[in-house]
């Protein structure tokens, strides 16, 4: 456990280095809900509030795009060699994947966490139980995330087909999901697609837990259980691809 | 005892066979000099070592332990410094230090790393990011992290590349200082100097091969008429002379260079000396000169070879 912590803290510090892309995320999404959420949220009317609906979208999105640093940071230090130190040390694959994969988590929040504690203050969530529901919701689907982006990393061995498949997954993950639009408005081939998407519970879990829009959410049992068995599958993925496919220098 | 034990390692990449079938042993607390020029197969051995690229076929131990079977308890036992540093650039020498000594298990990191950025002169540099320090003082860090570990098996993977010589002193003495401490050393060089400075033995590798392994005075004795004495005298020397050197034990051969100016080439000059000039005191030849030149390293490389290390120098397999 000492080590994951260690690989925690690690990752952690990398991203405090990361200024210039974290202030671009964050600008980013407080554009999206100062300026596109307020504007669109007035052209809807069939949803009450849909501005908040949108908002909590844009907050799951947003710590999605940070989740999904990791594989790009694992490019990163195989092109700087970096990787082959990270073997060589005291630490099974398991603990480094690991490591890596609640890092991802961690970073994601300690990233989100201004925009979401003023988004909170705003809308006056105050109750800790939800507030730590919420955190939850949101820790769980960036952990998975991680896991995600160190599997396709390790996986795929290739920057360039990660690049690609990322971009693609985040067109997709986003809009073939309720993180902007609830399911029941969706037409019925996108509203299926949805229901294997983990962005869906994960924005619909965080919802649920600040109470909010509970008749367009799905299951919360059921988001709950999809969110555990996407971060379980992808993090033991991660260890198995990891320990299998990851050799220093193959890499260069 | 050994504490690596080497068999059959292979590493192919693609049809590149960079490692072919080695069998070597390291012995517990001493400095084993890896010697080859690039595309060996020492960086690659040493990889497969350190559990951080697999062999194609065959296997090591590292203190018992397999590097197919138990990597992780292989990584416990062992450090690496490798050719290129390996410090992220958002990472300070503080941080890298202190992190791989936590990361290692050492106790007190902190005041590890702090004892060693001193002894290295790196404390006023001490949070500078990685890519903001000088290659020499990188090199420093990325030994540095070998000796604060204090590994069973610390690797050294050319470590006196690119660095100024009062740079190589340093780190030549922060090896000797590992090995003083306990730890057995595989040390990877293309500089013979190195080798035979460090060394207590030398294993030569070429095209992915062991082609000899001994101590560095063996291996220059190896040598048939390594040894070469140039003697000088202030009377010509004649064949009778020439005749009576020829049956001193040891010698090996002779080129009269002038009349007075005789080349010796023999084995062991430093034990048959004494023996020649016993023999030309007795027949009367004054000696004007005497300059005895043992084998070096690179004529011990040429010999099992066949090509000197720099002109077998060729681009690595792999890069590190």
Redesign the interface.
Same mark, same amino acid.
């Given at each position: 456990m000492t080590k994951i912590l260690l690989v925690i803290e690690r990752d952690l510090r990398s991203l405090m280095q990361q200024k210039s892309i974290l202030l671009m995320r964050w600008f980013y999404a407080i554009v999206q809900i100062g300026i596109f959420g307020l504007a669109i949220s007035r052209i809807i009317t069939v949803m009450q509030n849909y501005y908040t609906y949108y908002a909590m979208g844009v907050i799951v999105m947003t710590m999605y795009s940070v989740a999904i640093f990791t594989g790009y940071e694992i490019y990163d230090e195989a092109d700087l060699g970096y990787t082959e130190y990270l073997l060589s040390i005291p630490l099974t694959r398991r603990e480094l994947v690991l490591g890596r994969s609640l890092a991802g988590g961690i970073r994601s929040l300690v990233f989100m966490a201004p925009i979401i504690a003023g988004f909170m203050f705003l809308i006056g969530i105050v109750d800790p139980l939800r507030v730590g529901m919420a955190l939850v919701a949101l820790f769980g689907f960036t952990f998975g995330v991680s896991g995600l982006s160190i599997t396709l990393a390790v996986g795929l061995k290739s920057g360039d087909k990660f690049d690609i498949i990322m971009g693609a997954l985040d067109a997709f993950i986003v809009r073939l999901s309720s993180a902007l639009y609830p399911q029941a408005f969706m037409p019925k081939p996108i509203a299926i697609l949805s229901t294997f998407n983990p962005l869906t519970y994960a924005a619909d879990l965080f919802r649920w837990s600040l109470n909010f829009n509970i008749h367009f959410l799905a299951n919360p049992v059921t988001s709950l259980i999809v969110l555990v068995i996407f971060l379980t599958t992808f993090n033991v993925a991660g260890v198995a691809i990891y320990e299998r496919n990851l050799e220093g220098a193959s890499w260069r | 005892m050994a504490i690596v034990s080497i068999r059959g390692l292979t590493k192919r990449?693609g049809e590149n066979l960079a490692v072919d079938h080695l069998n070597l042993d390291a012995r517990e607390g001493e400095i084993l000099g890896i010697l080859g020029p690039n595309g060996a197969g020492k960086? +690659?051995t040493l =990889?497969m070592l350190?559990? $951080?690229? !697999?062999p194609t076929e065959g296997t090591a131990e590292v203190g018992g332990y397999d590097i197919r079977t138990d990597p992780?308890k292989v990584?416990?036992l062992?450090g $690496?410094a %490798?050719q290129?540093p !390996? =410090? %992220?650039? %958002?990472?300070t020498p503080w941080?890298i230090l202190n992190?791989?000594g !936590?990361?290692?298990?050492i106790e007190n990191p902190k005041l590890a790393a702090e004892r060693m950025l001193k002894e290295l002169n790196l404390w006023d540099a001490r949070n500078k990011y990685a890519n903001e320090l000088s290659g020499g003082m990188k090199k420093r860090v990325e030994v540095a992290k070998v000796m604060i570990q204090r590994p069973k098996v610390a690797i050294v993977d050319e470590p006196t590349a690119q660095i100024d010589v009062a740079g190589k002193y340093q780190i030549w003495n922060m090896i000797q200082k590992l090995r003083e401490e306990g730890s057995t050393i595989l040390l990877a060089t293309n500089e013979l100097g190195e080798a035979d400075r460090l060394s207590d033995r030398v294993a030569i590798m070429y095209r992915g091969r062991l082609r000899i392994l001994d101590t560095p005075r063996n291996l220059k004795d190896s040598i048939p008429g390594g040894d070469v004495i140039d003697l000088r005298t202030q009377n010509p020397i004649d064949e009778g002379i020439v005749e009576q050197l020829k049956r001193v034990p040891g010698v090996v051969d002779y080129t009269l260079v002038k009349a007075s100016h005789l080349r010796i080439y023999l084995n062991r000059a430093e034990r048959i000396l004494p023996l020649i000039m016993a023999r030309l005191n007795e027949l009367g030849v004054e000696i004007a000169s005497i300059n005895m030149k043992e084998p070096s390293l690179d004529d011990v490389f040429f010999h099992y070879t066949g090509e000197v290390l720099e002109e077998a120098d060729e681009p690595d397999s792999?890069? +590190?």
């Open positions: - | 990449y960086s +690659s =990889l350190s559990t $951080i690229i !697999k992780y990584r416990e062992i $690496i %490798f290129e !390996k =410090l %992220f650039w %958002f990472n941080q992190w791989h !936590k990361v290692c298990g792999v890069s +590190s």
